[in-house]
Structures are given as C-alpha cells and as structure tokens.
C-alpha cells in the first residue's frame, strides 16, 4: 500500500479546505526532497551536496561584510550545530575558513572561501543551474513564476511576526 492511499484514507472524513493544506503541505515537502535529491546528485561529481554549494554561494558573496556563522545558520535554516559540522567539513574538503572576526572579541568569526572553494563554486555552478532548470521544466516558465509568487506569500506568511495577508481580494 501506498503512502497516497493511505493519505487518501486518513483524510477522508475532514472538509476539503483541511484536506487541501494537507495535501499541498504533503506535495511541497516531496518536491523540495525530490529537487534537493536532483541537485545533489549533480553535485555528487564535485564532493559536495546543496547545502555546502549554497553556503559556498553565501559565503562568497563578501562584497559588504565576511559572513558570520550565525548568519550563515539563520540563511541556511540549520542550527549552529548543523552549520558547525557543516563548515568543518568545508574546511577539511579545503574550501572556506573561520578567521577570527575581532580582536576584542575572540568568540567573534567570519567565513571565507580559500581559492579552491571559489574554484569548485565556479566550475559546480552550471550543473546546479541546469539541475533546477530540469527540476522545474514540467512547469514551463510562466507556470514556474506563477509558482515563485505564490511561495513568496506563502514565506511571507509563515515568517514570524508576520502580517497576514489580505485573502479577501484571492477569491
């Protein structure tokens, strides 16, 4: 048995705008694991998986101020465990470091890429673009804007301290 059927079965008794957010809810979670499983497996020939690719990305991008580990967790969505593993393995693999962030404040760091991490970010960007072009060619790109909008509600919703949105005009 399915886990579809099963959904199907626990779901059947409650109205449709319950069994609708479940099975959206149900549906996004699934596409998120199924992009995230396509892009790992382009960047697999690399060494790396999306989460460090995506915090190479960040990380590089040091035009206004290093980054700092807590920003790099709150970005990535992890905890500052997660995101200290994380970056350990990036430092093994060579591609960024922790340098000290202030002399008056020794807990302080901030990350950067080493020349091999700009270099792997350089030649894994393309495959990463492709992955998600693929990931989202079902849709066509009308269909994939459409989408992007309806989930920049839906993040601006969600978001703490949020306002919610006036749903009255969606009817």
Known sequence: MNIQSRLDRLLAGPPAEIVDAVAASRALFRVSHLLQERIDAE???????????????????????PLRPSVLSSALDA???QVTRLLDGMERKGLARRLPGSQDDRRSLHLVLTQSGRQTLERVTPSVHAACLSGWAGLGAGQTTQTLALLRIMLKWLTPAATPPDLSMAR
């Open 79 to 81: 905890t500052r465990t």
């Open 43 to 65: 960047l697999s020939d690399f060494g790396i998986d999306m989460r460090e690719y995506l915090a190479l990305v960040l990380i590089a991008d040091d035009a206004s101020e």
